[in-house]
């Protein structure tokens, strides 16, 4: 089945640095990648995601690229502000009988200080 | 549109007690239901998903059951609970005829087992 690996576990930047996420995954039929952005005790809320016949996709201060070749992807955010922190997780997916299953990575939590 | 409901928002259980939490989905048909777990400070575990009405699939043992007896009605249960039951229940839709759709979360139930 598919693994999904995150890094980094924790991510600590300054107001106004960028920061990247980086996830690899193990299926090559996976086909779709979304991020999801949890704030402390809520739930995870989808913030971008990118599908197989795209290498980069980009919303505002938020940008995710894929390489399927070597079944990494990232998410890139620009200008980052202390309500960017949160935890983060990628996510892989590949349809299976009539299913989607979705695999998360471990999260990566991000601190912007001010 | 659509939303998601899942109640309780919280909830404390003694050890060998029974559990039943529901989520309800409205503003589509035949979605995809998940239930996922989150321990603290953890990823994202699935633990049963469901394509169709009484059509339910395990991820894992575990000393938990679902069922879905409406279209857009998933129950998590249990008859005896365990301390390692506790964490953070999340619901979760996708559209049943998308494979490559986003999940949407449920505000989640957080669950402590005394």
């Known amino acids: 089945g598919e693994n999904v690996e995150q890094h980094p576990s924790t991510l600590s930047v300054q107001e106004g640095d960028s920061a990247v996420i980086k996830c690899t995954y193990s299926?090559?039929?996976?086909?779709?990648f979304p991020w999801y952005k949890q704030e402390l005790g809520k739930r995870p809320q989808l913030i971008i995601d990118i599908r197989s016949n795209v290498g980069e996709k980009k919303d505002q201060r938020i940008a995710v690229t894929l390489n399927k070749t070597a079944k990494h992807f990232s998410l890139h955010i620009t200008e980052t502000q202390p309500e960017d922190s949160a935890v983060y997780f990628c996510a892989a997916s590949s349809k299976n009988t009539g299913f989607q299953k979705l695999v998360f990575g471990t999260g990566t939590r991000l601190l912007v200080s001010p | 549109s659509q939303t998601i409901h899942q109640w309780p928002a919280t909830l404390v259980q003694p050890v060998g007690s029974p559990l039943s939490l529901e989520c309800t989905v409205e503003g589509t048909s035949n979605p995809n239901l998940y239930w996922y777990r989150q321990a603290a400070g953890r990823g994202l575990q699935l633990l049963f998903y469901?394509?169709?009405?009484?059509?339910i699939s395990s991820e894992v043992p575990q000393n938990l059951s679902a069922s879905r007896p409406q279209d857009r009605q998933f129950i998590l249960s249990s008859k005896k609970l365990l301390l390692s039951d506790s964490g953070f229940y999340l619901c979760a839709w996708s559209a049943g005829t998308d494979y490559n759709s986003p999940l949407h979360f449920g505000n989640g139930t957080r669950l402590t087992v005394t």
């Open positions: 469901s394509i169709g009405i009484d059509q």
């Open positions: 299926d090559s039929a996976s086909n779709y």
